[in-house]
């Protein structure tokens, strides 16, 4: 029995510094440093810093609700483990597998998109993309399969790197502003020019083009959430997850809405420039064109660096998120249960093993059939809203049978804000997002088929994922008196 004990085990391996920097990294990437220009074009300064303060709200409650869930009951499975046992083991298995997708195609996406940032340099175009591709692929997989304090230690310094220049940006811009780089004081005009701050016809057109952004918004923050799923593997969870989540408002603050202002304050948002701006086009990067305006050359390759790092990085997580997920099922029986097993430096193998198989599979059909590969990237289009959704209705519930089993709120070692406002507004906003995924697709009046189709397949996945369960296994909602609230994994 000890034997198979000890192949199930992960190893509790990541420091307090890990999950803080691992938690700052998730919310740092390409959505920050080449969409939130396109934010700004659409929806105005304004309506680009409302947008992203509103989505920043949703996730801080998200956070908080997910952290006290992690601090009670740290495991890898996270909210897929929370969801079978607070609410439905149909919604568990639906919201794990889907996770586990989601980050599988991702991954795939970023070896893909990282030969493209890497090939920007022509001394590298010695090779092929998808020889790159092949070669990242390469090394994302032997950094998972060392140990997890191997994953901590690459993402802690890949988050530095990102934290760096994010810092390093709101210096300039704000330098920039003042006059003192870039020789011309600028101050507020770019933030009330033309139709400035919000655009829109109405009240009712700017609430649209904001509700837009939230899309833009959304998925900039994704990633955040990972602090769940290294909960698991954390030496010390009761310290380490409360104090990366009491971090999340603060990061959400200086990083993102000082972010979307100084760009909004420098850029008009009439500049072309800031138009469709991704990692083809590194000199869009609105942070390219304020490091270019105050002044500093090479700019553009600075950031192209510093985009590879960041894909590099989002795939990095994607591949030990999703063994972990897989790995987490196998143990709550979601899975096969050799998906379970891990070896003796607690790496799970055989999930870590089938993961990255589907990620080639998945590489393989881009190169193949770009249509496929279309419709494959927008069935996982909105797993990370569901993923979202799913910690705000688990928490929710746990909650409730907490207090239900009368069990003692003053024991709980972190506590979630505004209980149960914070987790019903961030379910709402949630919902908001998923159902205004394309305004412009509302607005035409004329429905464009294969465009629906493309915007919310992910729906669909995810229900027959959520109903091939239910009909199987003929699960019910688990009564909140008899919730499994004891502390174990299982």
Known sequence: ????????????????????MIAIGGSIGTGLFMASGTAISAAGPGGALLAYAAIGLMVYFLMTSLGEMATYLPTSGSFSTYASRFVDPSLGFALGWNYWFNWVITVAADVVIAAVVITYWEPMRFMAPWAWSLLFFAMIFLLNTLSVRAYGESEYWFALIKVITVIVF???????????????????????????????DGIGGQFLTVLGVFLIAGFSFQGTELIGITAGESENPEESIPKAVKQVFWRILIFYILAILVIGLLIPYTSPQLLGADVNEIAKSPFTLVFERAGLAFAAAVMNAVILTSILSAGNSGMYASTRMLYAMGKDGLAYKTFARTNAAGVPVVSLLATAAVVLLVFTLQLVSDKMYQYILAASGL????????????????RRAYIAQGKDLNALVYRAKWFPFGSLLALALCVLVIIGQDTELVLKGSFDWDRLVITYMGLPVFLGFY????????????????????????
Do not use: C
């Open 1 to 20: 029995m000890s034997d198979i004990q000890h192949n199930t085990q992960v190893k509790r391996r990541l420091k307090t510094r890990h999950l803080s």
């Open 170 to 200: 709101l210096g300039v811009g704000l330098l920039t502003i003042f006059g003192i780089l870039g020789g011309q004081y600028v101050g507020l005009s770019n933030m009330t020019m033309g139709d400035a701050p919000f655009l829109g």
């Open 383 to 398: 797993t990370g809203f569901i993923a979202w959704l799913g910690i705000a209705v688990s928490h929710y519930r746990f």
């Open 467 to 490: 109903f091939y369960h239910k009909l199987r296994y003929k699960t019910r909602k688990v009564p909140l008196e008899q919730v499994d609230l004891s502390q174990d994994a299982h």
